[in-house]
């Protein structure tokens, strides 16, 4: 399945841009969340942020990690866009870790958000994919109206906001992205699929995590190390699961180092 791509790149020195940088987003986050980082990084490098299928403007269908890796590895194919840098945050981690594992040629380095190799995390957002394919939508909707709708099931409003990006509003409103699809595929989402045990990716690896956070814990780091046994992890101290949103300059500055550093 081809994605949807948001592209920026300098605007000269092409022989700088390589390799591309590609950012893939969180549960039901979109190309866009990654703008900031694009416009900074794509000063001086090739970028490209993808819309995860059932997300944003691509499309829809039945959802596990290796269909998603599949799919980021065409579309990257298609775009000329290998072999990359490929940062991903929570579920767009999860699916940048088995794209390496699975097209290790494809991936130059890989940086992963807050989130592990294995079942766990989402929290809340379990349920919270079948409760909102429930919601009733009424015959017309403005944004005020919406974020009212949505705090029947969500009472963050920071989440609220999230999600209010996922909705079409006015005459006849609805959910853009695939939200029966990403229901149904919860149990693949928060969990991970069994790794053949020779499976390793051996290039630079940086995971990142919220000092706030709970979705990587020491548990993980044995899974860590063997799937991947050159990783390093930082920490941003005072960052929860969000942690690109919540420090973004941290967050930023952790990335360029990670661009920067020499390959070993």
Request: charged share 20%; proline share 9%.
């Amino acid at each position: 399945m081809l994605l949807d791509v948001i592209e920026r790149k300098p605007e000269s020195g092409d022989g700088l841009s390589k390799p591309p940088v590609v950012f893939l987003h969180g549960l039901f986050g979109r190309a866009r969340n990654f703008g900031f980082f694009q416009r900074r990084i794509g000063e001086f490098k090739r970028t490209l942020a993808l819309d995860l299928r059932n997300h944003g403007d691509s499309p829809h269908g039945p959802a596990n990690y290796p269909t998603m890796a599949e799919d980021v590895f065409e579309t990257l194919t298609a775009h000329d866009a290998v072999p990359a840098v490929i940062v991903g945050h929570s579920m767009g981690g999860k699916t940048a870790m088995m794209l390496a594992l699975r097209h290790p040629a494809a991936v130059e380095r890989l940086l992963v958000a807050d989130i592990a190799p294995g079942a766990g995390g989402f929290q809340q957002s379990h349920t919270l994919a079948a409760d909102l394919a429930a919601l009733p939508f009424p015959a017309s909707l403005n944004r005020a109206e919406a974020d009212t709708l949505l705090s029947r099931v969500i009472p963050e409003a920071d989440v609220r906001n999230l999600m209010l990006q996922n909705l079409r509003l006015g005459e006849n409103p609805g959910w853009t992205i695939g939200i029966h699809e990403i229901a149904s595929a919860m149990p693949e989402i928060v969990g991970w699929p069994s790794i053949p045990e020779e499976t390793t990716f051996t290039g630079q690896t940086l995971f990142v995590a919220g000092g706030r956070s709970r979705y990587i814990q020491p548990t993980n780091y044995p899974e860590m190390k063997h799937l991947f046994p050159h990783y390093r992890l930082e920490t941003i101290p005072e960052a929860g699961h969000w942690l690109h949103a919540e420090k973004p300059i941290e967050f930023l500055s952790i990335l360029e180092n990670f661009l920067n550093a020499p390959s070993p």
